[in-house]
């Protein structure tokens, strides 16, 4: 199946430690993201990556980290500097260029619980 | 200002009728606008998009785009109790990729 992959479903952190969310495309996207959302909220934007190995920050990249060393894969590591990591966590792929329709398809997402 | 806004809901209608989703943006270069459905706990997931003034239908769907007055909405004719979800506005401006920027999100509630 063609798609995007995003694990675990559901993850379990303690304070202070740094835990890694994994994400997987099939899709043959040059573009990958992550984005964080909060209860209730819309989605804001951690970091992108236009093509392998290289990546921006997004609007809210602060306490996380990320890694593009293959084009279907971009994993996403919150860190203890993350101070409130609790949220649910999207990853999505597109095709790169200026089509008009050219749009992005997320994963399942990954559930992040501070304990 | 926020870039994209969407009233956050509930929007609350009767099975049957037509509800009415709106979004207004702030960037005037935005080109391409994109509705995504999320229902609760889930991913959101692609509906439609258009980048011409006008409208646009597909289904029961009907996306409608006024670059002039910066505002873009759905409608969704014959609502279902299936249709109840988070529909989220997002958009782009072609010179930057598939960069989108997203609104927060409308709830809609469909009643039996």
């Known amino acids: 199946d063609g798609g995007i992959t995003q694990s675990p479903k559901y993850l379990f952190r303690k304070e202070g430690q740094n835990v890694t969310l994994s994400c997987e495309q099939n899709?043959?996207?040059?573009?990958m993201y992550w984005y964080r959302q909060d209860p209730g909220q819309g989605l804001r934007l951690i970091y992108y990556?236009?093509?392998?190995?290289?990546?921006q920050k997004g609007d809210i990249a602060e306490g996380y980290s990320v890694s593009r060393e293959k084009k279907e894969s971009f994993p996403l590591t919150v860190t203890s500097a993350q101070k409130n990591p609790t949220a649910f966590y999207l990853c999505?792929?597109?095709?790169?260029?200026?089509?008009?329709?050219?749009?992005?398809?997320f994963g399942e997402g990954s559930w992040l619980t501070v304990v | 200002q926020k870039e994209v806004e969407q009233n956050s809901g509930p929007l609350s209608v009767p099975e049957g009728a037509i509800a009415s989703l709106n979004c207004t943006y702030s960037?005037?270069?935005?080109?391409?606008f994109f509705w995504y459905r999320q229902y609760s706990g889930k991913s959101p997931e692609l509906i439609m998009f258009?980048?011409?003034?006008g409208d646009k239908e597909d289904g029961r769907f009907t996306a409608q785009l006024n670059k002039a007055s910066q505002y873009v909405s759905l409608l969704i004719r014959d609502s279902q109790p299936s249709d109840s979800a988070t529909y989220l506005c997002?958009?782009?401006?072609?010179?930057?990729?598939?960069?989108?920027?997203f609104g927060g999100g409308t709830r809609l509630m469909v009643k039996p």
């Open positions: 997002a958009v782009k401006r072609d010179n930057a990729g598939n960069m989108l920027t």
């Open positions: 258009i980048y011409s003034n």
């Open positions: 999505a792929s597109g095709r790169t260029g200026r089509g008009p329709g050219n749009t992005i398809y």
């Open positions: 899709l043959n996207h040059d573009a």
């Open positions: 960037d005037r270069g935005s080109q391409s």
């Open positions: 990556s236009q093509i392998v190995n290289d990546f």
